[in-house]
């Protein structure tokens, strides 16, 4: 079975700081995502990478940046995380033309 | 960027009877792949069924169908033979080949009742 694996559930972090989440696949797949859930608006794309240290934005990619140094791991930085971005975040990994498995989710919590 | 939309609002439904969640999508491209998923009230998104842009004929997955109008852009869920464990937000998804962006529409909730 994949997996798909994200650090935290749960996460408390406070207004300035930089935050990181780690998210860590096991089945080879070339392509990782990030996403944003929030009540009534779905799930927003934050950004995508297709490839070691390739990376695209998506939709609503201010306030955050991304690493993906190897394969299994692709990583999203709130570089100084503000109060609006408290959420839901979840992470996702498929090989190309197939479907995404995600991980379980970290909501984060901004104080 | 393309555009997924998911307009009903949350839906009760009777046990054991069917179920349809619309979902129309807008994109430029002849090569992309819808998707549906759930997300049952414990956060895990559950694939549920595919259907590719070329694909001829509609999906099918056990009691999940795609109802896939190409001309009409639209991709929409039945579930047949609801149960309680149906109880779940739905969400569409469409994947442009090209640009291989994943991108999901805001969901429908639905609820079945005994």
């Known amino acids: 079975d994949v997996k798909v694996t994200q650090s935290s559930r749960y996460l408390v972090k406070r207004t300035g700081e930089k935050v990181f989440l780690e998210c860590v696949q096991d089945m080879d797949h070339e392509n990782m995502f990030w996403y944003r859930q929030d009540p009534g608006l779905g799930l927003r794309l934050i950004y995508f990478s297709y490839d070691v240290k390739m990376k695209e934005k998506g939709d609503i990619p201010e306030g955050y940046s991304v690493s993906r140094e190897k394969k299994e791991r692709f990583s999203l930085i709130l570089e100084s995380a503000s109060t609006n971005q408290t959420s839901m975040y979840l992470c996702?990994?498929?090989?190309?033309?197939?479907?995404?498995?995600f991980g379980q989710g970290t909501r984060l919590t901004v104080v | 960027a393309q555009k997924i939309t998911q307009t009903q609002p949350g839906m009760f439904v009777q046990e054991k009877e069917a179920v349809t969640l619309d979902c129309t999508y807008d994109?430029?491209?002849?090569?992309?792949?819808l998707f549906w998923y759930k997300q049952p009230s414990s956060g895990e998104m559950i694939f549920l069924i595919y259907?590719?842009?070329?694909?001829?004929q509609n999906a099918t997955e056990g009691r999940y169908s795609l109802n896939f109008q190409k001309a009409r852009k639209s991709a929409n869920l039945v579930i047949s033979a609801s149960q309680l464990g149906d109880s779940a937000m739905y969400f569409c998804?469409?994947?442009?080949?090209?640009?291989?962006?994943?991108?999901f529409g805001k969901g429908n909730q639905v609820v079945v009742i005994p």
């Open positions: 259907q590719g842009s070329y694909d001829e």
């Open positions: 998804a469409m994947r442009e080949w090209g640009n291989n962006r994943l991108a």
């Open positions: 996702a990994s498929s090989l190309f033309r197939t479907e995404a498995f």
């Open positions: 994109t430029s491209d002849q090569s992309y792949g």
